[in-house]
């Protein structure tokens, strides 16, 4: 059984930095993509930043700049580095995991969600 452990969030003024870490257990060969999430109060889940097994990166376009993601492989473990934080950027935080379960099928592994609140 594949489990997502997340850690690293917490209250931050406007302008401070915080590193959220995801990290997996269980029995893992590899893992695809690795993906963040957030999800503000009223709000629908959003896609914050995504890294590919090869490491390419993706950011949505409000943390571009300020967010960056990394990976792990030997630790099967992600990373979000997140500075110049604003109060927006206040949400739960979540991270997904792709890992294949069979040829040419993956399924999607979440942590419990971590907050991160920005606030003076």
């Known amino acids: 059984q594949v489990q997502l452990v997340e850690s690293g969030g917490g209250l931050v003024q406007p302008g401070g930095s915080l590193r959220l870490s995801c990290a997996a257990s269980g029995s893992i060969f590899s893992i695809n993509a690795m993906n963040w999430y957030r999800q503000a109060p009223g709000k629908e889940r959003e896609l914050v930043a995504r890294?590919?097994?090869?490491?390419?990166?993706n950011y949505a376009d409000s943390v571009k700049g300020r967010f960056t993601i990394s990976r792990d492989n030997a630790n099967n473990s992600m990373y979000l580095q997140m500075n110049s934080l604003k109060p927006e950027d206040t949400a739960v935080y979540y991270c997904?995991?792709?890992?294949?379960?069979?040829?040419?099928?993956?399924?999607?592994?979440w942590g419990q969600g971590t907050q991160v609140t920005v606030s003076s």
């Open positions: 997904n995991f792709q890992i294949p379960i069979r040829k040419y099928a993956t399924f999607d592994y």
């Open positions: 890294i590919t097994s090869g490491g390419s990166t």
